[in-house]
């Protein structure tokens, strides 16, 4: 597993409040949040960004927001969320290990920053 901030917390390395996990997936809240519910999904296995995702990952990145959605339900937001992937730089993406954010428990506004 290749080293990233990220593939850390998968590996216990450094802390994290980790909420949900299984073999694909790692899901913790974010140590910044935005939102009062401000969760990453990542895939264990790192891949940069969405840019660099290929057909081959077609199950997993289903898997990711199958995920995002049991996380949403685990944490009572059934008023809803907002799911969102930063991707490179103009999309504002500052660690490269893909991640999901999961925001809730507020108004989202749009459009976004
Ligand atoms: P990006 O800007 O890449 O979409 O999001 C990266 C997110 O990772 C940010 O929301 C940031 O707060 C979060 N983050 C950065 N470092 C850590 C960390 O060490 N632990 C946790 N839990 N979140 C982190």
């Known amino acids: 597993m290749s080293d990233t901030l990220f593939s850390k917390i998968v590996r216990r390395e450094i ?13 913790f809240r974010d140590i910044n949040p935005q939102a009062p519910v401000h969760i990453l999904v990542i895939p264990k296995d790192p891949i940069p960004t969405l840019a660099d995702t290929e057909s081959h990952n077609h199950a997993l990145l289903g898997h990711l ?11 009572g937001l059934e ?3 907002r799911v969102v992937i930063n991707t490179g730089q103009d999309g504002g993406q500052t660690v490269y290990h ?11 506004q749009w459009p976004p920053g």
Request: aromatic share 6%; hydrophobic share 45%.
């Open 15 to 27: 802390p994290a409040d980790i909420i949900y996990e299984d073999n694909l997936a790692l899901a």
């Open 65 to 75: 927001l199958l995920t995002v959605k049991r996380v949403a339900e685990q944490e």
């Open 79 to 81: 008023n809803g969320y």
């Open 98 to 108: 893909l991640h999901l954010h999961i925001l809730g428990g507020r108004q989202m």
